[in-house]
Protein backbone atom coordinates (compact mmCIF):
# COMPACT_ATOMS: atom_id res chain seq x y z
CA UNK A 1 0.00 0.00 0.00
CA UNK A 2 1.31 3.16 -0.89
CA UNK A 3 1.98 5.79 2.03
CA UNK A 4 0.39 9.17 1.38
CA UNK A 5 1.67 12.72 2.93
CA UNK A 6 -0.51 16.46 1.96
CA UNK A 7 1.46 19.40 3.13
CA UNK A 8 0.83 23.09 2.30
CA UNK A 9 -2.53 23.74 4.29
CA UNK A 10 -2.36 27.48 5.89
CA UNK A 11 -4.46 30.09 7.16
CA UNK A 12 -5.58 32.24 4.10
CA UNK A 13 -8.20 35.02 3.73
CA UNK A 14 -11.44 34.61 1.19
CA UNK A 15 -10.17 35.65 -2.09
CA UNK A 16 -6.96 34.11 -1.90
CA UNK A 17 -5.26 31.65 -3.35
CA UNK A 18 -3.47 28.22 -2.37
CA UNK A 19 -1.94 25.20 -3.66
CA UNK A 20 -1.59 21.69 -1.84
CA UNK A 21 0.49 18.61 -2.27
CA UNK A 22 0.78 15.49 -2.07
CA UNK A 23 3.76 13.37 -1.87
CA UNK A 24 3.98 8.92 -2.45
CA UNK A 25 6.48 7.45 -0.79
CA UNK A 26 4.95 4.14 -3.28
CA UNK A 27 6.88 3.02 -6.21
CA UNK A 28 4.26 2.88 -8.61
CA UNK A 29 2.48 6.22 -8.27
CA UNK A 30 2.39 6.87 -11.66
CA UNK A 31 0.31 3.93 -12.31
CA UNK A 32 -2.91 5.11 -10.31
CA UNK A 33 -5.10 7.44 -10.99
CA UNK A 34 -5.08 10.60 -8.29
CA UNK A 35 -7.60 12.51 -6.16
CA UNK A 36 -8.52 14.90 -3.81
CA UNK A 37 -11.46 14.65 -1.24
CA UNK A 38 -11.85 17.25 1.74
CA UNK A 39 -13.93 17.07 5.11
CA UNK A 40 -14.89 20.00 7.19
CA UNK A 41 -15.53 18.78 11.03
CA UNK A 42 -18.81 16.79 11.77
CA UNK A 43 -19.43 16.57 8.20
CA UNK A 44 -19.48 14.32 5.72
CA UNK A 45 -16.38 13.66 3.37
CA UNK A 46 -16.90 15.07 -0.15
CA UNK A 47 -14.70 14.53 -3.42
CA UNK A 48 -12.85 16.90 -4.58
CA UNK A 49 -11.29 16.06 -7.91
CA UNK A 50 -9.14 13.25 -9.46
CA UNK A 51 -6.66 13.04 -12.53
CA UNK A 52 -5.33 9.99 -14.79
CA UNK A 53 -2.37 8.39 -14.19
CA UNK A 54 -0.50 10.43 -17.11
CA UNK A 55 -2.42 13.81 -15.72
CA UNK A 56 -4.37 14.25 -19.47
CA UNK A 57 -7.76 13.50 -17.75
CA UNK A 58 -9.36 15.58 -14.87
CA UNK A 59 -12.43 15.26 -13.60
CA UNK A 60 -14.21 17.97 -11.30
CA UNK A 61 -17.29 17.96 -8.67
CA UNK A 62 -19.50 20.71 -9.80
CA UNK A 63 -18.13 23.28 -6.79
CA UNK A 64 -14.71 22.74 -7.56
CA UNK A 65 -14.93 23.38 -11.51
CA UNK A 66 -13.23 26.38 -13.03
CA UNK A 67 -12.01 27.11 -9.75
CA UNK A 68 -9.91 24.37 -8.43
CA UNK A 69 -7.11 22.61 -10.51
CA UNK A 70 -5.74 18.99 -9.81
CA UNK A 71 -2.26 18.41 -11.51
CA UNK A 72 0.40 15.69 -11.13
CA UNK A 73 4.53 15.31 -11.32
CA UNK A 74 5.10 11.67 -11.55
CA UNK A 75 9.01 12.25 -11.58
CA UNK A 76 8.28 13.84 -8.19
CA UNK A 77 5.31 11.13 -6.71
CA UNK A 78 3.55 14.29 -6.33
CA UNK A 79 0.07 15.79 -6.45
CA UNK A 80 -1.28 19.35 -6.47
CA UNK A 81 -4.72 20.68 -5.53
CA UNK A 82 -4.26 24.73 -6.92
CA UNK A 83 -7.56 26.58 -5.35
CA UNK A 84 -8.23 30.00 -6.31
CA UNK A 85 -10.91 32.36 -4.83
CA UNK A 86 -11.16 30.69 -1.42
CA UNK A 87 -14.13 30.96 0.50
CA UNK A 88 -14.70 30.21 4.44
CA UNK A 89 -17.02 27.08 2.70
CA UNK A 90 -13.25 26.14 1.50
CA UNK A 91 -12.26 25.63 5.00
CA UNK A 92 -11.39 21.76 5.36
CA UNK A 93 -9.18 18.95 5.93
CA UNK A 94 -7.85 17.83 2.15
CA UNK A 95 -6.92 14.82 1.49
CA UNK A 96 -5.25 13.29 -0.99
CA UNK A 97 -6.24 9.64 -2.07
CA UNK A 98 -5.00 6.83 -5.42
CA UNK A 99 -7.43 4.86 -6.96
CA UNK A 100 -6.60 2.18 -9.90
CA UNK A 101 -9.70 3.10 -11.76
CA UNK A 102 -11.28 6.13 -13.16
CA UNK A 103 -13.74 7.62 -10.94
CA UNK A 104 -16.20 10.50 -10.24
CA UNK A 105 -16.21 10.08 -6.70
CA UNK A 106 -15.04 8.52 -3.80
CA UNK A 107 -15.67 4.87 -4.53
CA UNK A 108 -12.99 3.15 -6.30
CA UNK A 109 -9.83 5.00 -3.72
CA UNK A 110 -7.51 2.06 -2.23
CA UNK A 111 -6.68 4.97 1.00
CA UNK A 112 -6.15 8.60 1.81
CA UNK A 113 -3.10 9.82 3.37
CA UNK A 114 -3.81 12.00 7.09
CA UNK A 115 -5.16 15.02 5.28
CA UNK A 116 -3.58 18.53 5.61
CA UNK A 117 -5.82 21.68 7.00
CA UNK A 118 -7.16 24.38 5.07
CA UNK A 119 -8.80 27.14 6.90
CA UNK A 120 -10.41 30.30 5.41
CA UNK A 121 -11.02 33.33 7.41
CA UNK A 122 -13.72 35.46 5.94
Known amino acids: QVQLVESGGRYVQAGNSLRVSCTASGQSFHNYFGGWSRQAPGKEREFVAV????????YYETYAEGRFTISRDNAKNTMYLEMSSLTPEDTAVYYC???????????????WGQGTQVTVSS
Open 97 to 111: GLSPHATRGLAGFLS
Open 51 to 58: ISPSGDWT
